[in-house]
């Protein structure tokens, strides 16, 4: 392999890490928030339409595969003349997987901080919202970081998917400089390795989120 | 008289389902009085004492705290958790097993009622703290996590965040029952310590020594009714009900 060709290879996945870590940043805040904002109403309210709302969201977007959705949101939107951008489609459509999956994974958080937590909360006189923001929300979040990391890793590896709806990532640019140089073990190889370093990096900061919240 | 008056329970009654768990219970604490609960387990003490701030509901009664009904609205509609609030700071409440918040350090457990339910500010509950935490003689902790603590010292800290509410009344639901037996002492001192101030108490314990020294009025408990009541040496001492008797000689027995 020349020089020339490692430097091609390099540039063409570089950038499609970039793309890859934007989609996972993107998606993943848009997932921190659904998934926390969805969770809280559920914990908090006796409405049992809002539950319901909520319920029908989570099975919806967890139960259908993320390719058929992004594919949905991509050309499906485009075919009734709403056209999203490829990012844009990526962002919004693993946002909306992941928020489906991030309400179930804080939910389980804030329920399963202990019964005696909240009941000494309301016996000192806290109202409702104020004892799960002082002390459920804060022990939830705690206890929902290791699979929250795992969601984590699992969306960065997902990005992959978001290829098939010609966002330059790190697939995408892999397959195309395989088509223009026929480097195939060499290019999937570095893309494999690309994704290990980028995991890795997500697993890390996780670790260290978990032991600085330690009590 | 009237206005000596506390707290009153009047015909507490506690049902799940078919089960009554509470059945008519009443009586009435004086200010500055203090009431022991005592009785075999399952027979009901503890439902009574949570009824009383509405953690347990009453399926039906009434209680008064200061001549306020508490819990219901007149028309007899359940107070809900966030109408329950201002009601329940006024009463302090410690429980078995602490549920102090580990991620709050001791002062911060300590000082969250007064800063955020009565909006005191930082600096002041923060020395209201200081001043509570000398109190139970846990001024070196303040700094902690609770999970750093040995059962005694939270159970400690758990009175100081009670007393922090400059409650009313305080609520104890059994707060030895789950220590190892040489730190009940450090714990017992500290209500000792409370009751010589004058301070309102309703006590669930098994500690009858302790309930003999402390109580003005022990209330004998059983099968969800109060089955005898009286001074507190007078209960112990002469016992005239049948069960009280066996209660009091089982746990006789269990200490010999």
């Given at each position: 392999m020349n020089a020339l060709l490692f430097e091609r290879i390099f540039h063409a996945l570089l950038s499609g890490a970039v793309v890859t870590v934007e989609v996972s940043i993107g998606a993943l805040t848009m997932a921190l928030l659904i998934g926390l904002v969805l969770a809280t109403i559920e914990h908090l309210t006796v409405n049992r339409i809002v539950v319901v709302s909520i319920r029908i969201y989570v099975e919806l977007l967890r139960n259908v595969p993320s390719l058929t959705f992004l594919f949905l949101l991509y050309f499906g939107l485009a075919a009734t003349g709403v056209r999203l951008s490829s990012m844009t489609a990526a962002v919004v459509g693993l946002?909306?997987?992941?928020?489906?999956?991030?309400?179930?994974?804080?939910?389980?958080?804030?329920?399963?901080?202990?019964?005696?937590?909240?009941?000494?909360?309301?016996?000192?006189?806290?109202?409702?919202?104020?004892?799960?923001?002082?002390?459920?929300?804060?022990?939830?979040?705690?206890?929902?970081?290791?699979?929250?990391?795992?969601?984590?890793?699992?969306?960065?590896?997902?990005?992959?998917?978001?290829?098939?709806?010609?966002?330059?990532?790190v697939m995408f640019n892999a397959r195309q400089i395989v088509n223009e140089t026929f480097a195939t073990a060499w290019v999937y190889c570095a893309a494999a390795l690309l994704y290990l370093a980028l995991t890795f990096v997500v697993g890390q900061m996780f670790a260290l989120a978990e032991r600085r919240l330690e009590y | 008289?009237?206005?000596?008056?506390?707290?009153?329970?009047?015909?507490?009654?506690?049902?799940?389902?078919?089960?009554?768990?509470?059945?008519?219970?009443?009586?009435?604490?004086?200010?500055?009085?203090?009431?022991?609960?005592?009785?075999?387990?399952?027979?009901?003490?503890?439902?009574?004492?949570?009824?009383?701030?509405?953690?347990?509901?009453?399926?039906?009664?009434?209680?008064?705290?200061?001549?306020?009904?508490?819990?219901?609205?007149?028309?007899?509609?359940?107070?809900?958790?966030?109408?329950?609030?201002?009601?329940?700071?006024?009463?302090?409440?410690?429980?078995?097993?602490?549920?102090?918040?580990?991620?709050?350090?001791?002062?911060?457990?300590?000082?969250?009622?007064?800063?955020?339910?009565?909006?005191?500010?930082?600096?002041?509950?923060?020395?209201?703290?200081?001043?509570?935490?000398?109190?139970?003689?846990?001024?070196?902790?303040?700094?902690?996590?609770?999970?750093?603590?040995?059962?005694?010292?939270?159970?400690r800290v758990a009175i100081a965040r009670a007393l922090a509410q400059r409650p009313k009344l305080l609520l104890f639901d059994e707060p030895t029952s789950a220590l190892d037996p040489e730190l009940v002492g450090e714990v017992l001192n500290v209500i000792k310590e409370l009751a010589a101030e004058g301070r309102s108490m309703v006590l669930v314990t098994h500690e009858i020594a302790f309930a003999r020294e402390v109580a003005d009025r022990i209330l004998f408990m059983d099968g969800g009714t109060v089955v005898e009541e009286g001074p507190a040496r007078e209960l112990l001492d002469r016992p005239k009900e049948p069960r009280l008797r066996r209660f009091l000689s089982s746990l006789s027995e269990n200490r010999a």
């Open positions: 946002g909306m997987i992941g928020g489906a999956v991030l309400v179930d994974i804080f939910l389980a958080g804030f329920r399963s901080v202990p019964k005696g937590q909240s009941e000494a909360a309301a016996a000192i006189g806290l109202a409702p919202l104020m004892a799960f923001r002082l002390v459920i929300l804060p022990q939830g979040l705690r206890l929902s970081l290791p699979p929250l990391g795992n969601y984590a890793l699992g969306l960065v590896k997902d990005t992959s998917l978001v290829a098939a709806i010609a966002a330059p990532e | 008289m009237p206005d000596n008056t506390l707290l009153t329970v009047q015909k507490l009654t506690k049902c799940y389902g078919k089960l009554a768990v509470l059945k008519d219970v009443s009586f009435a604490l004086r200010r500055g009085e203090r009431i022991a609960l005592i009785g075999p387990s399952g027979s009901g003490k503890s439902t009574c004492l949570r009824a009383i701030n509405f953690l347990d509901p009453p399926t039906s009664g009434e209680i008064r705290l200061d001549g306020q009904l508490v819990g219901r609205h007149q028309s007899g509609r359940q107070l809900t958790d966030a109408e329950l609030a201002p009601q329940r700071a006024e009463i302090g409440m410690v429980f078995q097993h602490f549920h102090l918040w580990p991620h709050l350090d001791v002062r911060a457990n300590v000082a969250l009622q007064p800063k955020k339910v009565r909006g005191m500010s930082a600096a002041a509950a923060g020395e209201l703290a200081d001043e509570l935490l000398a109190k139970v003689h846990l001024s070196h902790k303040a700094q902690e996590f609770p999970g750093r603590l040995s059962g005694g010292q939270q159970q």
